[in-house]
């Protein structure tokens, strides 16, 4: 599994869409790309997953190309209460692939 | 459902000492991964236990060590701390098998401080 490569931060302001975007230059075909947001002192929170092209969930988008080498994370219309540190590890799938492999992450920093 | 529970919530030892860290599975998962987290970094894989055995570990040293009992519930143990384990120390745990990822899930985790 390879690791990932993120922006370290991000500013945005309330009510904005903001896109996190990771590389994943080293993917493997089995790999799946998944997204977690932790607050401090807290455990990584599931956020989304997909393999491929977009998937769309109550709280977030995931848009991935067809050469999954990178993809991103739409959080719409963001509130005071995103500013977290956003990863976006690889795992694979079932069974004894199933762990997860992280970057360093993407502090986002919302402000009023 | 208490989700994924991890005890003692703060620890603090001295190097050369011995640790034990437990954690409880959600309902219904029968996997249970460690990952260790530094100050600042992402979480690292550990190990994962499935059927109470050893499936996968990561790049850590034998210093580290772990059980999965019959309920699924897990321990971590860490022997002869260095200053370099205080960290903070997650569980997560899943479903084994199937073809697609299996959402890990994570307890809120141990701080662990080595004098």
């Known amino acids: 599994l390879a690791k990932t490569t993120q922006p370290i931060s991000m500013d945005s302001y309330e009510g904005q869409e903001v896109n996190i975007t990771c590389s994943h230059n080293n993917i493997a075909t089995n790999d799946y790309i998944t997204w977690y947001q932790q607050f401090p002192s807290q455990g990584p929170r599931f956020i989304i997953q997909?393999?491929?092209t977009k998937v769309t969930n109550e709280v977030a988008s995931l848009f991935i190309p067809a050469d999954r080498k990178s993809s991103t994370l739409s959080l719409p219309r963001v509130s005071l209460s995103d500013t977290a540190v956003y990863y976006c590890?690889?795992?694979?799938?079932?069974?004894?692939?199933?762990?997860?492999?992280f970057g360093t992450g993407t502090l986002l920093a919302v402000q009023p | 459902d208490a989700g994924v529970t991890q005890s003692p919530t703060h620890l603090i030892k001295t190097r050369g000492q011995q640790v034990t860290l437990r954690c409880s599975p959600k309902s219904g998962h029968d996997t249970v991964s460690w990952y260790q987290q530094a100050l600042g970094q992402g979480p690292q894989f550990i190990f994962q236990y499935y059927e109470e055995e050893e499936r996968q570990r990561g790049n850590f040293p034998d210093r580290f060590s772990g059980h999965q009992f019959p309920n699924y519930s897990s321990e971590l143990n860490v022997n002869a701390l260095l200053l370099g384990d205080s960290a903070l120390y997650l569980c997560?745990?899943?479903?084994w098998g199937g073809g697609s990822y299996n959402e890990q899930f994570f307890g809120p985790g141990t701080r662990l401080t080595v004098l």
């Open positions: 997909g393999y491929k």
């Open positions: 590890p690889l795992s694979g799938g079932g069974g004894a692939t199933n762990k997860l492999i």
């Open positions: 997560a745990s899943s479903r």
